[in-house]
């Protein structure tokens, strides 16, 4: 059975034409990539010379972000509008290290295994129907002594006030709808999902939002967004 949410996929196609407008639906996106970036760097190392593949990578702001420090990138999603917006937005921008593909997760294992030195899968996963999926996927693209990237949403009261009730309903920083609690992931459900396929757990970091300062910071604090980076045998 495929693992993907056709009403999920319709959600980000109706908003394609606005991935990359920072005053848009999207702009928490833009305003947590500098974040997810230097955290991804800083765990890994320079990814300058590496091949990078990012998994659900939408409209491709992670993705064009990782290919201007040197990598060479392939972003894949099944969203068709999403990508054609990304691979418009890396031609207008020039950059030439970045390739995208309308390819699941799983099928590019299966096509590529061991292919790449960083995987990456940032804010996607809880918009599946079977994220453990996913993980065994990454487990599968990256070679060894390479890592994988994931980041999404704990599940618990706290996440559901701060990430639907608030972010969705009251801030408005995001669309009414666009996450679904049940779908949440705890990070210990997450960590036995990645040891279950080889991938050891390194790093974890939550992510905030102060709406007094309107600004994201990482932080020690997994309760609600929450950063994991882990790394597979050599």
């Known amino acids: ?60 702001i992670l993705s064009e972000a990782m290919a201007r420090q040197g990598a060479q990138v ?41 292919g790449f030195d960083v995987v990456t899968c940032m804010e996607m996963m809880e918009h599946v129907p079977q994220p453990s999926s996913i993980v065994e996927a990454c487990a599968r693209l990256v070679r060894p002594g390479g890592w994988v990237f994931f980041s999404t949403i704990n599940r618990n009261a706290r996440s559901w006030l701060h990430a639907i009730v608030g972010a969705e309903y009251l801030l408005k920083l995001l669309p009414a709808g666009t996450h679904d609690h049940a779908r949440f992931i705890r990070p210990h459900e997450l960590a036995a999902w990645c040891r279950g396929v080889g ?35 050599a």
């Open 1 to 60: 059975m495929s693992n993907v949410d056709t009403q999920e996929l319709a959600k980000f196609s109706d908003l394609a034409h606005k991935w990359w407008d920072p005053d848009s639906e999207f702009r928490p996106l833009h305003e947590i990539n500098p974040l997810r970036l230097d955290w991804i760097e800083r765990c890994a190392g320079p990814l300058a010379g590496r091949s990078v593949v990012d998994i659900g990578c939408g409209g491709g």
């Open 74 to 114: 392939l972003g894949v999603d099944l969203a068709e509008r999403s990508l054609k917006v990304a691979q418009l937005h890396a031609l207008e921008a020039g950059v030439s290290n970045l390739e995208y593909r309308e390819v699941a997760a799983e099928a590019l294992a299966d096509q590529r295994p061991a």
């Open 199 to 233: 991938l050891d757990l390194r790093f974890t970091k939550g992510m905030g939002y102060n709406p007094v300062t309107r600004r994201y910071a990482l932080d020690d604090d997994t309760r609600v967004n929450y950063l994991v980076a882990c790394q597979k045998a």
